[in-house]
């Protein structure tokens, strides 16, 4: 298998390597033996200490030894197939003022459109054409879409469509929506947690979000039955090993069934223009990470990683990851979902563009599967 060697963040355009190193000698061992073994028990279920942590996920080792150990795991769950999901961004108006978002309330500039029922229904006819056979329905926090309608448009596409699945992203709500919405037959929520520590979550975001309602939901989602789906950004602002720390023991305690991990890129119409974007290396420790701790878990290499780094997406797979999400938004559209700057959603991050994308995993040794891909975890509440 040919593999990416383009690692050094120092090739990304505009990229530092932000992250905190800490030396390996404080293990008194030469640092390929303690890491390796470490690793192994990192596979094997432990639990680390807050030192190993920090070693893990900031101290100066061989990466290529974590990635490798990563990819072994997926290969060893998942084989070297990769599934697709069909993104369709069905709203680009937000309630919510999430300091680093770019559709966040108030950026006035922020171009604002709703997708229509019908709108939605054709691109997961397109969308079927190609090969999805999951459709994930993400927007800002829009109460224009009402508790029903969502429940009419998820019902729809499963009539449509039985063969799929769907996945909601849409933010937080009601518990009784989330039960609606799975009695009418949605499969999966993703709900990044964003940040594991209440402290640095409230300074992400204004007040009034806050982080306890956020676990909430994703209590309640995991309970009443979704596959669920949290995350974080890497490099957002103020975030440093500890607060990584914390999110890695959160995913060990919660046990999502999938995990989305992508680098904060500043948004220039946003507080946060100023900040740094997260780092193509310290993304890829995260994601490696999570595949050892959750063996099992689906892991997207997300497009904001593909934006950082040309080969960003390649490089996720490489490290564990075994999911891609192109976008499958109606062309005219695209642009207007704009998280973060120069966000891709042309040639390969395109559902038109699958052919192209299949060439590129099939270059590293995967392959792209037509396959609702349901996650391996069990569920326990
Ligand atoms: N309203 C939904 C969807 C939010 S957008 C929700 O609340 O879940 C999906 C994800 O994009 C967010 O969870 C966040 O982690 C990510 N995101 C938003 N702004 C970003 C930025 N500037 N850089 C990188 N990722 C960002």
Redesign the pocket.
């Known amino acids: 298998m040919p593999v990416l060697n383009d690692r050094a963040d120092s090739s990304m355009p505009g990229g530092e390597d932000n992250s905190v190193m800490i030396g390996s000698a404080d293990f008194g061992l030469p640092g390929g033996e303690k890491i390796r073994g470490l690793l192994h028990k990192l596979s094997e279920g432990y639990h680390p200490s807050e030192q190993e942590w920090r070693f893990l996920i900031a101290g100066e080792y061989d990466r290529n030894l974590l990635y490798t150990k990563a990819d072994e795991m997926r290969r060893k769950q998942y084989g070297t197939d990769i599934y697709i999901r069909g993104l369709i961004e069905i709203s680009s108006y ?1 309630k ?1 003022d ?1 300091l ?4 966040r309330r108030s950026n006035s500039h922020a171009q604002r459109y709703r997708l229509s029922k019908e709108d939605i229904l054709s691109c997961c006819e397109q969308g079927y054409g190609l090969g999805f056979r999951t459709f994930v329905l ?4 829009d109460a224009y879409y009402t508790t029903k309608q969502v429940a009419g448009i998820v019902q729809s596409i499963k009539e449509r469509y039985p063969d799929c699945a769907v996945t909601l ?4 709500r009601e518990r009784t929506d989330y039960e609606v919405w799975y009695k009418a037959g949605a499969d999966r929520y ?3 947690h ?1 940040t594991a520590s209440k402290e640095h979550y409230q300074k992400l975001h204004p007040p009034g979000i806050t982080y306890e309602h ?1 676990m909430q939901c994703l209590r309640d989602l995991k309970q009443i039955g979704y596959q669920t789906g949290c ?3 890497v490099g ?1 602002p103020f975030q440093g090993t500890e607060e990584l720390i914390a999110d890695m023991k959160f995913l060990q305690e919660f046990r999502p069934h999938m995990v ?1 991990i ?6 220039y119409d ?1 507080p ?1 223009r100023e900040y740094a ?2 780092s193509l290396t310290q993304t890829l420790t995260m994601i490696a990470l999570t595949r050892l701790v959750l063996p099992k878990t689906l892991i997207p290499a ?1 497009t ?1 990683l593909g934006t950082i780094h040309p080969q960003g997406r390649e490089l996720g797979l490489q490290a564990g990851a075994n999911v891609v999400m192109p976008n499958l938004s109606p062309p005219a559209v695209r642009g207007q979902y704009s ?3 120069n966000k891709r959603c042309t040639g390969d991050e395109a559902a038109e563009g699958l052919e192209e994308l299949k060439q590129c995993v099939a270059a590293i040794g995967y392959q792209i599967v037509v396959d609702k891909g349901d996650s391996r975890m069990k569920t326990d509440v």
């Open positions: 937000c919510n999430c680093y978002c770019g559709i993400q927007g800002g926090e992203s849409l933010g937080e993703l709900l990044r964003e956020r995350g974080f950004m957002s989305g992508g680098p904060f890129i500043p948004h946003t946060f974007q997260g997300t904001a998280l973060y700057d």
